[in-house]
Each structure stands twice: as structure tokens, then as C-alpha cells.
């Protein structure tokens, strides 16, 4: 069994409130599943934010999706998608094009070589899920999908 948050912190006075306990044991929980998933990225050359915009691309119909599309469904917000889209289309993983008719709009979709990439990530990351949350049954999977949901609906 891990230590309580405050062990793990080395934290001696007690939290002020629940909440702010809660809280902090959120955003634990986030960077220590980021840090590893990072890890699991990192020998394929990609960041998270990098798999996460290969991700929605593949989920996406064949004709692609603009900047604000992918902004829109990241799972982390980004200050900068253009330069993140930017370095992806370097490395040969996404291309862009723009519309003849509207030359404001540039689809962005996934190179054969994305595709690849994202579909021989899918057993890594399946691996990383289950190793970080496979302890949990069913029932507990499900009560921390509807808690998260919860709290992320109370701001």
C-alpha cells in the first residue's frame, strides 16, 4: 500500500480541508500517470501532446481536421497547437493542406508513417494502463471515471 498524500509529500500539518486534499491528490495522480506515460513515449520519439494529436487524427473521418478542431479535443490545453503541428509535420507524421476555397482553412491529417506510429503505440499504452490502473476492479474503474467526471463538472 502507498503512503497517504501528506507521507508521499512529507507534508506534517494536516490539509486545511478535504477539498484541498482531494485536490492535491488529483494533480499528484496526473503528474505521476504523465511522467510515466511520457516514459512509455519517449523511445518512439514523441510526446504526449504528440500522441494525443495522432490519437484524434485516426479517430477522425479520412478528411482530417483544422487547428481549432484539434485544439478543441486535446486533452491538455496548449498555448501553442500551430508549433505542435508544426514539429509533427517536420518529423513526417501529420501533413496540412489548405482549402482551394477557402484558403484560411488547412486540414491537417495523418502521413501513412502517423498511422503507423499510433497503431503500434496501441499495445504500449494498453500495457501502461493496465500497469498503473489494473489494479482496480471494475467497480472501482467505474466510480473514478464518474468521480473525475464529477469534479471536472463543478467549476
Not at 507521507?7 to 486534499?21: C, G, M, T, V
Not at 501532446?49 to 478542431?69: F, K, M, P, T, W
Not at 509533427?88 to 501513412?112: N, P, Y
Amino acid at each position: 500500500m502507498h503512503p497517504d498524500l501528506r507521507a508521499d509529500i512529507r507534508q506534517s500539518k494536516p490539509f486545511s480541508s478535504l477539498e484541498q486534499e482531494a485536490f492535491l491528490n488529483v494533480l499528484r495522480t496526473e503528474a505521476e500517470l504523465s511522467d510515466s506515460f511520457e516514459r512509455v513515449l519517449r523511445p518512439f520519439g514523441i510526446s504526449g501532446a504528440q500522441y494525443n494529436v495522432l490519437r484524434i487524427l485516426r479517430g477522425s473521418d479520412a478528411g482530417g481536421l483544422c487547428r481549432n478542431e484539434i485544439r478543441d479535443r486535446l486533452l491538455t490545453r496548449m498555448p501553442d497547437v500551430t508549433r505542435l503541428l508544426d514539429r509533427m509535420e517536420d518529423a513526417g507524421l501529420i501533413t496540412r493542406s489548405r482549402s482551394a476555397e477557402d484558403r484560411r482553412q488547412v486540414t491537417t491529417q495523418l502521413t501513412r508513417r502517423g498511422r503507423e506510429l499510433v497503431d503500434e503505440l496501441d499495445s504500449a499504452v494498453a500495457d501502461e494502463h493496465r500497469r498503473r490502473l489494473g489494479h482496480l476492479d471494475h467497480e472501482q474503474l467505474r466510480a473514478l471515471v464518474e468521480l473525475l467526471t464529477l469534479a471536472r463538472q463543478g467549476g
